[in-house]
């Protein structure tokens, strides 16, 4: 749950909903992936899978800090109101933007600052490898092998970072896939384990229960009752 004066970073493709009975404020703002564009490609990495990372809910404690990002969001806010080109065309609103993001991350409890450390890297690599490949490789071996990492440096790794095993984090995003393609498509079941890799429904079925609890159709089902009745409400 987001409590006041936290922060909660999604990356592209995650989706989330807002219960309107929760007294709740706050500033929503979306942007480019072009804004890590002005990073350096390692620091552009380490900001892209350790702080936009699955539902990265980050409290603010500091209250000097907490003044600040407000600072840096009133701004943000004046800026995107007074000129309405995109970033691309606003270098002013950018830079904002892109200083925020950086300040945001150094401020993460525990934040590992030696970007080049050996684990940050494989997490990084692994991350990234999971991204591309999860249609294709299900099993912590088959990222081990193409890693050329042991079992126990990668399961050390993910623990570090993640605070999850390797098959976690493998299987999270392959749930995350099937409930967008459950929420936003008609495709059958069966036609979704397939797009996702697996030739037999029967054994996605299996994993995605294990995973929520529920079948692929309880999922739907239930999930599309709500967002029918969300619909509604608007």
């Known amino acids: 749950m987001v409590e006041k004066g936290s922060i909660l970073l999604l990356h592209s493709g995650q989706y989330c909903s807002i219960?309107?009975?929760t007294d709740i404020e706050g500033?929503?703002?979306?942007?480019?992936?072009?804004?890590?564009?002005?990073m350096t490609r390692n620091i552009a990495?380490?900001?892209?899978y350790t702080?936009?990372?699955?539902?990265?809910?980050?409290?603010?404690?500091s209250r000097d800090f907490h003044e600040y990002i407000e600072e840096c969001f009133s701004m943000?806010?004046?800026e995107s109101k007074t000129n309405i080109h995109s970033f691309m065309y606003n270098p002013r609103l950018y830079s904002m933007l892109y200083y925020t993001i950086t300040k945001i991350y150094e401020y993460q409890p525990n934040v590992n600052n030696g970007v080049t450390?050996?684990?940050?890297?494989?997490?990084?690599?692994?991350s990234a490898m999971i991204d591309d490949r999860y249609k294709t490789m299900h099993s912590v071996t088959e990222y081990r092998t193409a890693l050329n990492v042991s079992h126990k440096l990668l399961t050390e790794c993910a623990r570090e970072h993640a605070n999850k095993s390797p098959l976690d984090m493998i299987m999270e995003k392959t749930v995350f896939e099937?409930?967008?393609?459950?929420?936003y498509t008609n495709l059958s079941i069966k036609e979704i384990a397939l797009e996702l890799g697996y030739?037999?429904?029967?054994?996605?079925?299996?994993?995605?229960k294990k995973h929520t609890k529920v079948s692929p159709n309880q999922y739907r089902e239930r999930n599309s009752n709500k967002l029918s009745s969300d619909a509604q409400k608007y």
């Open 19 to 21: 219960v309107e009975e």
């Open 27 to 38: 500033i929503r703002i979306a942007f480019s992936p072009h804004i890590f564009d002005n």
């Open 45 to 48: 990495n380490v900001v892209k």
């Open 51 to 61: 702080l936009f990372r699955n539902f990265n809910i980050i409290r603010i404690e």
């Open 76 to 78: 943000l806010l004046v």
């Open 117 to 126: 450390s050996k684990t940050l890297e494989l997490f990084i690599r692994f």
């Open 178 to 183: 099937a409930k967008k393609l459950l929420n």
């Open 199 to 208: 030739r037999e429904p029967s054994n996605f079925s299996t994993l995605f």
